[in-house]
């Protein structure tokens, strides 16, 4: 059925992405795989015409896959070391591909994390645009989106030391938001001179935002409590003094907490007035009703155990929502065609 939308909000949505769809309930009753036998689908971004990228966490391979053909390597990129978490993680299409044919990512090395870019029809020529993030076999963030504004988000955890993510001058247990060539905006961000956009973060891997250009990030809890969060310039975010909600008032609070056995949020991605977040732990598809004042109804959970541990969720640009398993990133059960991105249809 078709997602109501005002007037209003449908122009607004169409502004913030010209090229998407109007947003359509996506049918979850009986999905395409699009493809099978993958290793731990992190990164996921769509070209034009159909077609999307797929980063492989541990071979450090790019893919090009594409409904109802076989998944096609674009190139392994170089000087990946995936350890634990660590890996190929993030990737993203330039919101101007047409003209400038750039794709992003954000990896793992073996002394950092960074961002690079490469042109598509030259795959083996890197240009590091952003480094020296500390790494860690553990919270290393990585997810990486153009916002609304034209401007490159990263996540970047707190690479295990919790002290970080109050450190301003650390860019890690951050949400950073940089130019397309990974320099400071010249306007936009709160701190003069830094990437730095929100503080006190543990380990956010969900970027998303509404039509309204509001972000929302999700972020992994350590023992109780995950997170959505709405992000806004200069916000701190509370960890490591602050595990979901408190009532200090130096911190603000999540608009979604979940406890980490149903969650283990990764990926995110808003349809309408719907913010979907892929649980890992939590082997499910969250649905989370968005007030449209930057504000959250009550969770559904769906896909409940159908398909494992879901890493990644994103709206294609004809509606459908796709999605990645991770049941072969050494805490799943994998099925025999696993790992899988899958595609919901809009229903009809």
Known sequence: MFRTLTALTLGAALLAAPHAAAALEPDLTDPQVVATGLTVPWG???LPHGSALVAERTSARVLRVRPGSAPVTVTTIAGVSPTGEAGLLGLTVSPTFEQDNLVYVYFTS?????ITRF????PGSQQVILSGLARASIHDGGRIAFG???MLYATVGDAGVTSNAQNQQSRNGKILRMRPDGGVPASGNPFPGSLVYSLGHRNPQGLAWDAQGRLYAAEFGQNTWDEVNLIVPGGNYGWPTVEGTS???RFRNPIVVWSTAEASPSGAAIDGQTLYVAAL???RLWSVPLNGAGGAG???ALLQGRYGRLRTVERAPDGALWVTTSNRDGRGTPAAADDRILRFPPAP
């Open 148 to 150: 609304p504004d034209g």
């Open 281 to 283: 732990r939590g082997q």
């Open 247 to 249: 009532t200090d008032t």
């Open 44 to 46: 996921l971004g769509f």
């Open 110 to 114: 073996a002394s950092d994390n960074r």
């Open 298 to 300: 009550t969770p559904v």
């Open 119 to 122: 042109r598509l029809d030259t």
